[in-house]
Each structure stands twice: as structure tokens, then as C-alpha cells.
């Protein structure tokens, strides 16, 4: 339905599955960085998350939108459950004063839900703590800041946040590593190395290949974990190295002090490290270009402990994993991001999966926030929840069960396979809630033309024996035996119909006033008619028609990549039927001006007669940019008999983006008059 423009609350995704949490927090990419147990058990996992500062996907030139990051924490219970008593539910998104990404830094969360950002200067590490509103924290170091000295050179950096509000600075040079201590106030740890300072010497490496990764024993020795390349070649071997207080191999761990692990064990540049209270070892790593992830566990003396997974390791599928902790029950938490969300799982004590954490029921579950979202399926079998706001809930493959919950939702199924049934299978979708004063179900892209007996491209409506479920069904399988089949709780016969049941484009008409209208995420046709228009797509495929009138026409909001999963589901068209529709006189304009336009998008003058670029005459349109407005018109430089000439403006400029591609033109061959409209194949008004 069309509506009044509105803000999009802030909004967030998260997937579960047994032992596994996946959060997305706005649609764009989570970097986590770290994770921290709190005395209570909830789990803080942070880092950052980008956000669309200026422009918009899909715009003209090659820097035509760009992101920046904020800091970010998320808080989860101990069953891996979003803290919805947390900040905003559960989450804290803290403004970044400096764009993250254009320094070399690393982020670590306090168990106070406090953010460090340790930076990489020249000649030391300056660290920052800031508080939920952005601003740093004075109580820490000198308003906020200190600077750990470091004395030599060096390439990578390690933060590591402790339980007790501690944490430690740490950086890896060509031969020796600098592990620093820092107390909750900022100052340095008094009675660790010297002042606080713990300088071990590791094996050279003339290209520093890796980062380096430490953790500080109770006794006050730590751990380091760095990959190196004696000889600079071939692959680094990750080598962990466990120090005595006081800065020396510890000789009764591994070979003199030091455990080698290789590629071919799971552990690439980039691995981490981490302490049981038991002294015991956990090492977390990954290759580059290999799916899996390795844990393993040693021994104090760093042999592998066998009561661990399978010979001390455990592997599982992740993208780039990024942090451990370790509960006090023992049980371990592994932080990473994967598809460009913030990812944990947790592990029991001897290695398998905790299914006590994450999906509480074994099925895989996919839940929205506040706010509107698309919240897409994969091929499995999902359980998806809206919650609150209007969303769009699109199970794909797999046997799902969809719940709306408040709000106007629409229920979307773009292919055969995501609800069917065969002779054999059934894999058909079920909707739990579904609201009939509100809630859609979008059979657009299915090719069904209405309600019937379930034949000749309509659906039948069907209860089952009991009058506790209905099915909307077809008789008629495609050459796989798929017949479409979806099921809803209750009983629905004689009740459903067009308004419910969306089978083709809705039609949305504004007045021969001025309007304001917002389309919704169905795919829509939307006519201005007469007035200066105003006119937002939403998402979906829509075809925009203002009409008569300066109308100012935008296929969507762009800036909420929540809404721009799949680019071709809203590529929009903008079409015009006559040469009224936009356009200019000696002393007045009366230009439509396309905001928004992305090149998924395309404007269609097929019915003008229009067949190509070119000089603006016949029946070509001319491509020129006005600097000064910024912004790119199509134009016919001849006037016809009232002295209109035929105009469109576009946002930004587009001269070397803009291309036949994006037209939708008439045919050479055909002789087109322009200002006539011929008539509309219906088959065209959605391609």
C-alpha cells in the first residue's frame, strides 16, 4: 500500500542454529574483533559496523557512495540470546569520531561494555576507551587517552581485553614481541615484566608475515602466538612460545618453549590464543581460502589434549574467525564474522558443538528486530519471525515455517521451489500468523493469475479435514512434478481473495493535486497523474508513471541496504506515455527529476517513439550534465507545436555511466510518433 513517507526504525537480524548466533546489524558489513565473557555469563562480542555515509549504491561514477564504520557491541545471554535489556535491544552502536577504517586499529569491548581502540603509531600504540554515547571515557588515562611506548620496530598489534577490566597492548617487531599491561585506569600494571612491560624475543622474520596474538597466565607469563618465514618463502609456520614471568622460555613447554603448528594443521597467519584457568592452551585458526576453522587445546606442556575433540582439535565452518573466551565451566566461545555478520559458537568443555546455545528447539531460526526488514532464508528448513515492524518474510528453499508477528507483513515466493509439493516430497511452506486485515502474500513473480480450481495458472483454496489449516495449491506440476503449495493455519476458505492474495502488480493512483506517495515493498505500478508529484518507490520492482507535472521520482530508499538484498528485485523502470509527461518551454519547466537512480533502473520512452541516444533530433534523445545543478538531462532539442520540449533530469551526473542498458527504447524498424501513447502491453509493465 502506498503511504506517507516515515523514518525506518533501526533495525537487526539474527540467525540461530545449535551452538551458533549469527547477528546482523544493519545489512551492511559487521567487523568483530573481540569477545569477553562478564562475571554474570553474558557474552559481548565487539567491533565494528559500516554504515552508507554519503550516496547510494548503484549511483553514477566510481566513488559515487562510500561507508564509514562505528564501533559496535552486542550483547548476548548465556544461551546466546540477544540482552534486550542491553542498550537497543541488545545491541550499542558507538559513534566513531575518525572513520575506523583509515587508521591501522583494533577494537576490544570491557566487560563493562566499555570500547578500547588501540591505534598504531609510529613509535608506540595510543589507546583509547570510549563510552555507549561515543565520547571518551576521562576516568581512563588522560581524558581518555594513553600511549604505550614501543622501542622497537614493528609491524602488527594485538588488544586483549581481561575479566578483571585489565588488559594487555601488544606488538610484534622483526625478533622480539612487546606485551604490555594496562590497568583499568589506564596506567601500566606494576609487578608484570618490567613496570609492566614484558619484552620476549621470537624467531626472525625479514617480511613479518602474520599479526600476533598473546595471553597473560595468572602467574604473570603469557603466551605468544605469531606466524613467521625464516626464509621468506613458502608458507608461514605458526609458532606459540609460553614465557616466564620474567621474560624467558618457558623450557618445559613444547620444543624449548616453542610449539610449532603448521598450514596443514588448520593454522594460518592470523590465528589466536587464549588461557583456561587450568593453564591449559586454546588455539583458534584458519587458512585463507579454506571454509573451516581449527580449535585446538593443549596441555600445560603443549602437547595436544586428547580429551579434546577428535586428537585436540575441532574444526567447523567459518568465514574469518577472530576471538576465543573461555566460560567458567570451561565451555569456549569462538567470535568471527562470517558473510559479513558478527558470528559465535560455542563449544562444551571436550569439544562438541553446545547445543545449549544459540537455537533452543535444534532448528535453524531467522528473527528481525524493531524495525522493517527483508529477512531472507537460505535452502534450508528455517523457522522465520518478523517480530515487530512491516516486513517481508521470503523463506526460499527448504520447508519453512514463516510468523509475521506485528506489523503489515508481506509473505514473498519468487520461485516454484520455495513452497511446492511432488508425488513424493512435500516441502511446502507454512505461515503461522497470518493477519487478514493487514498481512499480503506476494505471488507476483509466480505467474499465477488468480483464485480457481487449482488449474490453468490459478490456485485453489483448500481446508484440510479438520478446518485447522489451509492450502492454497496447484493441480499442475512443472516438468519437475513441483506443484506450488502453501500452507496457513486456520481456515481461510471463502475468505481470502485479491487483497490478500497479490497475483500481479498492485496499482497505486495518486490526484490531479499535488501527492506525496510511498509505495510499499511489493513490486507496484504507481501513477502521479496531474500535480508536481512526489513519489518513493519502497522496495520492490516497481514501474513509476508521474504523469503531468514537475515530479521529483524515487524507485527506493537506497540508503537501506536492509531493503537492497537482491539488487534485480528492485530495479525500477520510470515510464512515459507522453511527451506532457516532462518537459520545458522557452521561459518555463515543467522536468520530471529522477533521484535515486541506480543502474539496475531504467527509464522507459518506448510509447514516445524514442529509439536511441543521439543528438536530439527525430527520434534520439541527447545526453547533457548541467554542472552547476548536477545533474543529467535527456532531452529533444525540438520543440513540437506548443513549444515543449520533451525533458528528463537525473540526480548526479551520469554521461559515462548512463547507456542504452538502461532505456528501455522503441524498436528502429518501427515508425514511432512522438506525444502519442500507443497502447500498453500489460506483459511489459513488469520485466
Known amino acids: 500500500m502506498a503511504t506517507a513517507d516515515s523514518t525506518t526504525e533501526s533495525t537487526h537480524t539474527v540467525r540461530t542454529g545449535p551452538g551458533t548466533v549469527q547477528v546482523d546489524l544493519n545489512g551492511l558489513f559487521d567487523d568483530n574483533q573481540s569477545i569477553i565473557i562478564q562475571p554474570d555469563g553474558k557474552i559481548l562480542i565487539g567491533g565494528y559496523t559500516e554504515y552508507l555515509a554519503w550516496g547510494y549504491p548503484g549511483a553514477p561514477g566510481e566513488e559515487s557512495y562510500g561507508y564509514e564504520q562505528n564501533h559496535c557491541v552486542v550483547r548476548l545471554n548465556a544461551d546466546g540470546s540477544l540482552d534486550t535489556g542491553f542498550h537497543d535491544a541488545g545491541i550499542d552502536i558507538v559513534p566513531a569520531a575518525i572513520a575506523p577504517a583509515s587508521r591501522y586499529e583494533l577494537t576490544a569491548v570491557q566487560s563493562d561494555g566499555k570500547v578500547l581502540v588501540a591505534v598504531a603509531l609510529n613509535t608506540g ?212 564474522t562470517s558473510s559479513g555478520d558478527f558470528s559465535v559458537i560455542r563449544l562444551n568443555a571436550d569439544g562438541s558443538v553446545d547445543t545449549g546455545f544459540g537455537s533452543q528447539d535444534g532448528n535453524l531460526h531467522v528473527e528481525g528486530g524493531a524495525g522493517e526488514e527483508i529477512l531472507q532464508g537460505s535452502d534450508a528448513a528455517e523457522i522465520i519471525h518478523g517480530l515487530a515492524g512491516d516486513d517481508v518474510l521470503q523463506g526460499n528453499g527448504g520447508r519453512d515455517l514463516l510468523q509475521g508477528g506485528a506489523g503489515a507483513d508481506i509473505f514473498r515466493f519468487t520461485e516454484l521451489s520455495d513452497s511446492f509439493r511432488t508425488d513424493t516430497q512435500n516441502s511446502s511452506d507454512r505461515i503461522l500468523d497470518f493477519d487478514a486485515f493487514q498481512d499480503r502474500i506476494d505471488l507476483i513473480g509466480l505467474g499465477f493469475i488468480g483464485i480457481g480450481n487449482g488449474h490453468d495458472a490459478t490456485l485453489a483454496v483448500v481446508a484440510s479435514a479438520d478446518g485447522t489449516r489451509t492450502y492454497l495449491k496447484s493441480f499442475d506440476a512443472d516438468a519437475a512434478g513441483q506443484r506450488f503449495e502453501l500452507a496457513l493455519d486456520g481456515n481461510w476458505v471463502g475468505q481470502l481473495n485479491g487483497t490478500h492474495l497479490v497475483f500481479t502488480a498492485p496499482t497505486v493512483e495518486g490526484s490531479a493535486t499535488q501527492d506525496t506517495i510511498t509505495g510499499s515493498a511489493l513490486s507496484e505500478i504507481i501513477y502521479g497523474l496531474d500535480g508536481n508529484d512526489r513519489i518513493n518507490g519502497g522496495a520492490g520492482a516497481d514501474v513509476i508513471i508521474g504523469g503531468r507535472g514537475a515530479d521529483r521520482l524515487n524507485g527506493g530508499d537506497r540508503t537501506d541496504l536492509s531493503l537492497w538484498t537482491d539488487h534485480q528485485q528492485n530495479a525500477d523502470i520510470f515510464r512515459y506515455t507522453s511527451t506532457e509527461d516532462s518537459y520545458r518551454t522557452d521561459s518555463q519547466s515543467f522536468t520530471d527529476l529522477i533521484e535515486g537512480f541506480t543502474v539496475d533502473d531504467r527509464i522507459d520512452v518506448s510509447a514516445l517513439g524514442y529509439t536511441g541516444f543521439g543528438e536530439g533530433t527525430g527520434t534520439t534523445l541527447k545526453v547533457v550534465y548541467n554542472q552547476a545543478s548536477d545533474r543529467t538531462y535527456l532531452k529533444d532539442v525540438e520543440a513540437d507545436a506548443q513549444g515543449h520540449w520533451f525533458q528528463i533530469g537525473l540526480a548526479g551526473d551520469w554521461r559515462e555511466s548512463l547507456d542504452e542498458d538502461h532505456m528501455i527504447f522503441a524498436p528502429d524498424a518501427g515508425v514511432g510518433m512522438v506525444g502519442v501513447a500507443p497502447e500498453v502491453d500489460p506483459g511489459h509493465l513488469l520485466t
Open 125 to 336: 600504540i595510543q589507546v583509547e576507551r570510549y563510552n555507549s554515547d561515543g565520547t571518551r571515557d576521562a576516568t581512563f588515562g588522560q581524558g581518555g587517552v594513553m600511549t604505550v611506548g614501543i622501542s622497537h620496530d614493528f609491524k602488527d598489534i594485538d588488544l586483549t581485553a581481561n575479566t578483571d577490566g585489565t588488559f594487555q597492548v601488544s606488538a610484534r617487531g622483526f625478533d622480539q614481541a612487546t606485551v604490555t599491561r594496562v590497568g583499568d585506569d589506564g596506567t601500566f600494571v606494576d609487578g608484570f615484566g618490567d613496570k609492566g612491560v614484558l619484552t620476549v624475543n621470537i624467531p626472525a622474520d625479514p617480511y613479518y608475515n602474520g599479526g600476533i596474538s598473546t595471553a597473560v597466565q595468572a602467574d604473570g607469563g603469557v603466551v605468544v602466538a605469531a606466524a613467521y618465514n625464516a626464509a621468506g618463502m613458502g608458507e608461514p609456520t605458526y609458532a606459540l612460545q609460553r614465557f616466564t614471568p620474567d621474560g624467558q622460555r618457558d623450557s618445559h613447554f613444547g620444543d624449548n618453549g616453542v610449539l610449532y603448528l603448521s598450514p596443514a594443521m588448520g593454522f594460518g597467519e592470523d590465528s589466536v590464543v587464549t588461557l583456561q584457568a587450568d593453564g591449559k592452551i586454546i588455539v583458534m585458526g584458519y587458512v585463507a581460502g579454506d571454509p573451516w576453522a581449527t580449535v585446538a587445546r593443549l596441555n600445560a606442556d603443549g602437547s595436544f589434549d586428547t580429551g579434546f575433540g577428535a586428537h585436540g582439535k575441532v574444526t567447523f565452518e567459518a568465514d574469518t574467525p577472530v576471538a576465543l573466551a573461555v566460560q567458567a565451566d570451561g565451555k569456549i566461545v569462538a567470535a568471527g
